[in-house]
């Protein structure tokens, strides 16, 4: 099995120095549907929106007894906790999340009305995590022109500084590709790419959000996370939203895309459909 971290090296590698679009596209939403004009301002100057709420308290403890059974049996099988990627082909609850329309009508004003989710992963740091996440650049990692992705991360549990929760430095994600070097590697990062001279960018947010938020961060907002020193769990499910006339220099990172809203008049993005059986129902 290839651990994450060696698959986004990889990753890194073919795709770091290739030609690409990673300038900001800001959101230019005349009439939003869930945000305030305000909120848009704030998003286009610093990257990002957080403490949305999504999900009350029962529906997100449903959601997290779903992730429970789900690590259990990542863990059972061999993986680890940050493993659980590619869910929308097998995972019902995910697929829902993904294609939420409130969820939706949020992104939309960021966007726009053509939404393809690309991507999703939990990203969970067990009691005790030693790992960090290098401070980097999302798109660095991706074979796509123009950058247009919006991240969401929803908390699935209480996510804070003492459990190491991510922290981005506002307004750099309009300052186009910074320079890194590999050495979040060698730190046991999560991620191998670690941008240069961090402390010149200005100080860092912290997202603590509350089990059922969620936050939206442009590709291109330098962000990390310290480790989980705490004796609590960090969890949280990122769905990486895309607008439709994106384009990927790798087909295959287009095949466990779902057409959330809207139309993809080329055919460029797979459109998943609702996994028939779920992945903790199969023998």
Not at 35 to 57: D, P, T
Request: charged residues 25%; aromatic residues 10%; contains cysteine.
């Amino acid at each position: 099995m290839v651990n994450l971290a060696q698959r986004v090296f990889d990753d890194t590698q073919t795709w770091s120095h290739t030609e690409r679009d990673l300038t900001f596209h800001p959101a230019q939403t005349a009439q939003p549907r869930r945000l305030s004009q305000e909120q848009i301002r704030f998003y286009n100057e610093n990257g990002y929106v957080k403490g949305l709420r999504i999900f009350g308290e029962a529906e997100i403890a449903e959601h997290r007894d779903y992730f429970d059974r789900l690590l259990f049996k990542q863990l059972q099988d061999g993986g680890d906790s940050y493993s659980l990627r590619r869910l929308t082909r097998f995972c019902q609850p995910v697929w829902d999340i993904v294609t939420n329309p409130i969820i939706l009508d949020y992104v939309e004003d960021l966007i726009g009305p053509n939404i393809v989710a690309w991507g999703t992963q939990y990203f969970c740091k067990l009691p005790g995590d030693g790992k960090p996440v290098s401070w980097h650049q999302d798109a660095s990692y991706w074979p796509f022109t123009p950058a247009h992705t919006v991240t969401l991360w929803l908390a699935v549990d209480d996510a804070d500084l003492e459990n190491g929760c991510m922290q981005v430095i506002p307004g750099t994600h309009t300052l186009g590709h910074l320079e890194f070097d590999m050495s979040g590697a060698d730190e046991n990062s999560v991620l191998p790419q670690k941008i240069k001279g961090i402390e010149s960018y200005g100080l860092p947010v912290p997202f603590e959000l509350k089990a059922g938020e969620i936050s939206l961060h442009a590709d291109m907002l330098v962000h990390g996370s310290d480790p989980n020193r705490s004796n609590r769990r960090r969890c949280g499910l990122t769905v990486r939203y895309v607008a439709t006339d994106v384009r990927s220099l790798d087909e295959g990172w287009t095949k466990n895309s779902v057409l959330c809203r809207g139309t993809d008049p080329d055919g460029h993005w797979t459109n998943v459909p609702r996994p028939e059986i779920d992945y903790l129902d199969m023998e």
